[in-house]
């Protein structure tokens, strides 16, 4: 059986005021009962004082002033009574008392002349009192002893009174705290059904939602987490329907790419195989099969290399390289496809500049941009060039071809993008995979990579390794 929230607050936080009210209230009563008693046992001992200071001056009106006290504290419902060391008594003007009964340590005290405070005794006298037992000294002698009784019924009735009073406050007060936690359990269970709305929303599919958000307490904080957490969804739902995109974009690339391929190998294997291929001419349809089998195979190990990068399969071997002798080789690898396309490839490093980096996996990085550059620069030139200083390796290509607007540039990172749909065949970084796996091991060798391009003007990397 569910219980609700709401209901679940109301009654933690009236249990928890109940058991605070009770506990405040009969703090609050025995404090009052423990100083009411208290001011009485204060009234009796300094009447007590002024009735001893009295009957120690020498004068024969000591039993009149005995009966003056008795009719004076008689109207404040006190007695007076004094005893001798035998406790007999001899003067009383309440109850008729022969003895008074006192305890071996109260005569104990009485003898060593202090005062005996009763707050409450129940047994002695005919009714529950207050008293006050104090000694009688006459020329340094203990002559007995004088007792101020104050019945207790009367301060239990003031004690009752102000216990009720204590109860209509306690009651109002709860009814009040009851009111104002109703309203704040139903302000704290409101902003959580907001959130409970919004997640089911969430769930559904539909992320254009904001919960308010406050740094005021847990729930606003988790309201604004809540909120990031709705937003990185959203950015990854829209980056997963891109990605879908250049899925569906890529698959179609990829189908046109093949069959093309595929298509040329298949025509000559048939050709060859029903003697349709003169024999002059049956070189160059091996040449042509075997070049349009590297193109795939092109493919496949660009695929399968991104691939492993992700998956952090790639261990990287780095050693320190004279940057000037690395361009050469590039230079070299690529002068052939830059040839192709009426381009130069220069080169500008200083002797002594070196970079710390897998060998592999630079010259990786540096064929594919340089592949990139020579594949949108036609009669142009490509420059490698490169410094080092004692913190970092800072390698620059650039070239003067078609450059890309500011929204290429963002786009040259996605695996699958391609700068240039037009082109069907590419035989140079086959499908938009090369500059993805630019990208991840540049940031695996700890460094940067960035490109500034301009359309019509050309394109510079610039690649920043540490060193």
């Given amino acids: 059986m569910k219980f609700r929230y709401l209901y679940q607050l109301l009654l933690s936080h009236t249990s928890v005021l109940i058991i605070a009210f009770m506990i405040l209230g009969l703090l609050f009563s025995h404090y009052v009962e423990n100083l009411v008693y208290e001011n ?6 300094t009447y007590g004082d002024k009735i001893l200071s009295d009957l120690e001056r020498p004068s024969p009106r000591r039993p009149l002033y005995l009966d003056e006290y008795s009719n004076l504290l008689h109207a404040r419902n006190i007695d007076v009574i004094t005893f001798n060391r035998q406790g007999e008594v001899s003067f009383s003007s309440g109850g008729v008392y022969p003895r008074i009964e006192l305890s071996k340590e109260e005569w104990q005290k009485i003898e060593s002349g202090e005062t005996v405070p009763l707050k409450k005794d ?8 207050s008293l006050v037992i104090m000694p009688r000294v006459v020329n340094e002698q203990l002559t007995g002893g004088l007792i101020l009784i104050s019945p207790i019924s009367g301060t239990r009735e003031m004690l009752s009174e102000i216990n009720q009073y204590l109860l209509y406050i306690v009651l109002l007060a709860l009814a009040i705290s009851v009111l104002v936690s109703l309203f704040l359990s139903k302000l704290h269970v409101k902003r959580i059904q907001r959130m409970r ?31 990031e957490m709705v937003t990185k969804l959203r950015a990854s739902k829209e980056e997963i329907d891109a990605l879908e995109n250049r899925r569906r974009q890529f698959m179609a690339d990829v189908s046109h790419e093949l069959r093309t391929p595929l298509t ?18 049956k070189e160059k349809s091996f040449g042509l099969v075997s070049q349009e089998t590297m193109r795939l195979i092109r493919l496949v190990n660009e695929n399968l290399d991104y691939e492993k990068i992700r998956s952090n399969q790639v261990v990287l071997s780095k050693v320190t390289l004279p940057l000037l002798d690395l361009f050469e080789v590039i230079k070299e690898q690529l002068d052939l496809q830059a040839e192709e396309k009426e381009n130069t490839i220069t080169i500008v490093a200083d002797q002594d500049a070196v970079v710390h980096a897998d060998y592999d996996r630079l010259v990786q990085i540096l064929i594919n941009i340089t592949k990139n550059s020579i594949q949108f620069t036609t009669g142009g030139t490509i420059t490698l060039s490169g410094t080092s200083s004692e913190n970092e390796t800072v ?28 082109r069907t065949n ?29 359309k019509g003007e050309g394109t510079r990397f610039v690649i920043r390794l540490p060193l």
């Fill in 264 to 281: 040329t190998i298949r025509g000559v294997i048939e050709g060859i195989r029903n003697d349709m291929i003169p024999e002059e001419q």
């Fill in 40 to 45: 009485k046992v204060t009234e009796l001992r």
């Fill in 122 to 129: 129940f047994g002695r006298f005919d009714q529950a009192v």
């Fill in 426 to 454: 590419n035989p140079y970084g086959e499908f938009g995979i090369g500059l993805s796996i630019v990208k991840q091991l540049v940031l695996m060798h700890e460094g940067s990579i960035d490109v500034f391009s301009e």
């Fill in 395 to 422: 390698i620059e290509i650039q070239d003067n071809g078609i450059g890309m607007d500011p929204q290429e540039i963002k786009s040259i990172w996605r695996r699958f993008y391609k700068a240039d749909l037009s």
């Fill in 197 to 227: 709305d919004a997640t089911s929303k969430v769930s559904s599919g539909d992320y254009d939602v904001h919960v308010p958000s406050s740094n005021f307490d847990e729930i606003g904080d988790l309201a604004e987490d809540f909120n």
